[in-house]
């Protein structure tokens, strides 16, 4: 037995108005016009308020009866989420390989502004934002692995200038020369927050952050940053709470086309966001 549709409360029409993307999947709204269901974010006309209803899901909608919305494809994945999961999907596959926004483009068939425009909007980063943190990530795991700074800078398409060496060193926190020694000589502040997907450690040195581990339990966070760093001075940066965290916070929000990405994929998009913040 299903519920009956309901009239749109303030609170809900508010969302729709504005076509906030936020509320996506939280329920969908019927226009008894034309029998046809929207997810709230839809770009279509809207239509009078005394004609809609809402309903808790995409599929009571449709034992109801109703017609999913050709626009903004109520029961699936919108063609334009479809799009930036395709170039994120590239980005991660990829990541060693040049990626230029016309590649991305190609890969998930918008126009390179609108790809920007929509891959910005949904992953809250730049392609390029997201493709730089990917390749400090493939950066870390090349070093960690023996390869020597300047294979390990090559291997991520950073190229050999002393420019592109800085920009690695501001990435990493650290130079590279100083990461594959295991963070000799560096002292490394951390603290631990809450987030959406567990808990989150942030650790920073003094030329900017180093490590965004995602986890269950502060302990095997901590373990994992001293695995990465063993070599580093590490300690607990109680100070930097209040500091850090409005910062942590305003990365949390979280667009709901990203609870269709694996959990790995959705856990490298919040990473990103919070060193592309500290940055």
């Not at 009078?48 to 808790?56: C, E, M």
């Not at 799009?83 to 040049?98: C, E, F, K, N, R």
């Not at 890969?107 to 390179?112: F, H, K, M």
């Not at 500091?243 to 990473?271: I, K, T, Y």
Request: proline residues 5%.
């Amino acid at each position: 037995m299903t519920k009956d549709p309901k009239k749109i409360s303030d609170a809900k029409w508010l969302a729709v108005s504005r076509r906030d993307r936020h509320h996506d999947g939280k329920f969908v709204y019927v226009a008894l016009t034309t029998s046809i269901y929207c997810r709230p974010s839809c770009p279509a006309r809207l239509p009078h308020r005394r004609n809609v209803r809402v309903l808790p899901s995409a599929e009571e909608a449709e034992q109801h009866g109703y017609i999913a919305c050709r626009r903004c494809h109520p029961h699936s994945l919108a063609p334009a989420e479809q799009s930036v999961g395709a170039a994120l999907d590239y980005i991660d596959t990829h990541i060693d390989q040049p990626i230029t926004l016309n590649t991305l483009s190609q890969v998930s068939g918008l126009s390179p502004n609108h790809l920007q425009q929509t891959f910005k909007q949904m992953v809250g980063l730049s392609p390029k934002a997201f493709c730089d943190y990917q390749r400090v990530i493939r950066l870390k795991e090349l070093l960690r692995a023996g390869a020597s700074v300047a294979e390990a800078i090559y291997g991520v398409g950073y190229g050999s200038s002393r420019a592109l060496y800085e920009r690695a060193s501001r990435s990493l926190g650290m130079t590279p020369a100083t990461y594959r020694r295991g963070g000799a000589r560096t002292r490394i502040g951390y603290v631990v927050f809450d987030a959406p997907l567990g808990r989150v450690l942030i650790a920073v040195t003094e030329r900017g952050v180093c490590g965004v581990l995602l986890g269950d339990r502060d302990e095997s966070l901590i373990e994992a940053l001293h695995a990465e760093f063993p070599n580093a001075e590490i300690e607990r940066d109680f100070a930097s709470v209040e500091r850090w965290g409005p910062l942590v916070r305003s990365c949390q929000s979280e667009d709901p086309m990203l609870s269709n990405l694996s959990a790995s994929l959705r856990h490298q998009v919040f990473q990103a966001r919070l060193w592309r913040a500290f940055l």
